[in-house]
Each structure stands twice: as C-alpha cells, then as structure tokens.
C-alpha cells in the first residue's frame, strides 16, 4: 500500500491543478435557488484552497493528515506548490462550486506512484450545510472524479484511504462499489488508529 501512503501523507501537496485558461464546467444540477457546478481547480486559486484547506482541517481533521496549525503556518509559495501539482499529467482537481461562487466541496484525483493504471483518491469533503444524499454534492464530486481518472487519467481503478473511525464516509464509499481491499496502514497523526485501503474497479 505505499503508494496510496504516499499520496494519503504527501498528495494534499497536490491539492489544486489546472490552469485557469483550461478551467471548464463539467457539470451542473440543483433548483434554480441552490444550483451547483463542479469546476476543476486553477493553478492561480491558491488563496481558495487555502481558505478552503483550513476550513476542512477545523471541520473534520480525522479526515485529513495535516493539522489546522501546520496548514496555517504554510506561506504563499507553499499553497502555489499545491495548486501546481494536480496540474501534472494523471491529476486532477475538483470543487463544487455553490450559486454564490463558494467553494463548498473537493475532491482530488492523483497517479498511485507505485501500481500502473490506478488512481488515489484524496482531499474529499463538502461543507456540512452542503452535505446529504439529496444535494447530491459529494455522489456529483465522485461522479466527476472517477469519470476524470478513467477516461483522462488512464486509470483502471481507484484507490482510497478511509480512517476507521470515520463510518460515515465508509458507508458512502461502499454504496458507490467501493470495497476493503484489506489493506491499512497507521493514521499519520495518531499511529494508534488506521487508515483503511477500498478500491473501486473503473473498467
């Protein structure tokens, strides 16, 4: 499972891609009061992603393998290093953008370093006012992401790290056709907990 480790614990240095001048819409749904898109990220939103960062390590840190403090000592060049990277070939970044131009939720597809045709999936979340099945926001993202990794990534499955304690997330994974590959490796931020290997086949 190292690859998957690596991007669990370096690939939030991957958390923005995709030049503004190649930004596309790639999906749109809601009422007319509610009405999301899913963009991919610019390299030039690092200020976004770092709002954006922050807010998902105060909401929900077990998801994530930074704290809230490390992330808000990081200087400019740091989250401009982030936004770069998804802009690699076999990376994506993507975000559920609300009516009022908000960030409210992402999601990253990277290359697994170590297994051919496999993708990572990381940096998942929604904001909690965004979140239920009936927004559709997170099944959207993931329709996105998967779509993305299989049709311009080349992948042929998708890999993902769920931390044990985090049952709500798991149940979401497993209805999308995600299952335990009976991999694990230790929670960066507490070696006492797990992290748990799903994979999702995209062929």
């Not at 370096?10 to 749109?28: K, T």
């Not at 975000?95 to 290359?111: I, R, Y």
Request: glycine share 10%; proline share 4%.
């Amino acid at each position: 499972m190292t690859g998957l480790h690596q991007a669990l614990t370096c690939g939030y240095a991957a958390f923005a891609g995709g030049d503004h001048r190649r930004r596309r819409r790639l999906r749109q749904w809601g009422s007319e009061s509610m009405r999301y898109r899913i963009e991919r990220m610019g390299t030039e939103d690092w200020q976004r992603l770092r709002k954006v960062r922050l807010a998902q390590l105060l909401d929900f840190p077990m998801a994530f393998g930074e704290t809230h403090a490390a992330a808000q000592a990081l200087g400019e060049a740091d989250w401009r290093a982030r936004t770069a990277r998804v802009n690699e070939p076999g990376s994506v970044g993507l975000v559920a953008v609300d009516p009022d131009g908000e960030w409210v939720g992402t999601m990253l597809s990277v290359p697994d370093r170590d297994q051919a045709a496999t993708a990572v999936l990381i940096g998942v979340w929604v904001a909690p006012e965004h979140r239920g099945r009936e927004r559709g926001v997170t099944d959207a993202l993931l329709d996105a992401a998967t779509d993305w990794a299989r049709t311009e990534g080349g992948a042929k499955r998708m890999l993902l790290g769920v931390h044990e304690a985090n049952a709500r997330a798991a149940a979401f994974y497993l209805r999308r056709g995600f299952t335990y590959t009976g991999g694990e490796t230790p929670y960066g931020l507490d070696p006492q907990a797990r992290i748990l290997e799903m994979a999702l086949p995209l062929d």
